[in-house]
T-cell receptor, first 112, second 116 residues
């Protein structure tokens, strides 16, 4: 079956690193994504990783993929108050339709 | 940067009424999607649409739901006879074509549907 799980809440201090974790069940996943949702707004694509990669870095964001353990993480370096939002992990099963399976979202709270 | 736009941002409808949610995907995208998010719950896939037909739909997408691309730009979701449990945020998404359907999807800001 297809399922994606995330912890619900993470609180960090401004300037610290944040690590948001995600596990998924579908071993056929092709792409894995991180989306950010600010209050009242839509889902903003942050970054994504293809399943044959272990790591991807994009400025303050680092994505790590452990395919054996079906574990995905998003590290935000030097977390700012503007990073406070809900972060969704999502995967695309191996189908040609591209549908996304989302986790329940992790609320990141950044304290000044 | 091109965006997916959705209208209206908030729709209030009486139970049993029909509602149409509208989306304008990014212009050169070929794959279109609807998702919904009931308050406090996960974002759930409803339907994907490619080449003027539904390519996949979830169990949620029953006979009360339909999608249409009536012209070259709009992509609509119709709920024929709304129920209280249809109250949710509805997101439209689109993606481009590079090597197949599994390209990053770009989302609109959503339409909040409230059924009274």
């Amino acid at each position: 079956g297809e399922d994606v799980e995330q912890s619900l809440f993470l609180s960090v201090r401004e300037g610290d690193s944040s690590v948001i974790n995600c596990t998924y069940t579908d071993s056929s996943s092709t792409y894995l994504y991180w989306y950010k949702q600010e209050p009242g707004a839509g889902l903003q694509l942050l970054t994504y990783i293809f399943s044959n990669m272990d790591m991807k870095q994009d400025q303050r964001l680092t994505v790590l993929l452990n395919k054996k353990d079906k574990h995905l993480s998003l590290r935000i370096a030097d977390t700012q108050t503007g990073d406070s939002a809900i972060y969704f992990c999502a995967e695309t099963p191996l189908s040609n339709t591209g549908k996304l399976i989302f986790g329940q979202g992790t609320t990141l709270q950044v304290k000044p | 940067e091109p965006e997916v736009t959705q209208t209206p941002s908030h729709q209030v409808t009486q139970m049993g009424q029909e509602v149409i949610l509208r989306c304008v995907p990014i212009s050169n995208h070929l794959y279109f999607y609807w998702y919904r998010q009931i308050l406090g719950q996960k974002v759930e896939f409803l339907v994907s649409f490619y080449n003027n037909e539904i390519s996949e739909k979830s169990e949620i997408f029953d006979d009360q739901f339909s999608v249409e691309r009536p012209d070259g730009s709009n992509f609509t979701l119709k709920i024929r006879s709304t129920k209280l449990e249809d109250s949710a945020m509805y997101f439209c998404a689109s993606s481009g074509r590079q090597g197949g359907a599994n390209q990053p999807q770009h989302f609109g800001d959503g339409t909040r549907l409230s059924i009274l």
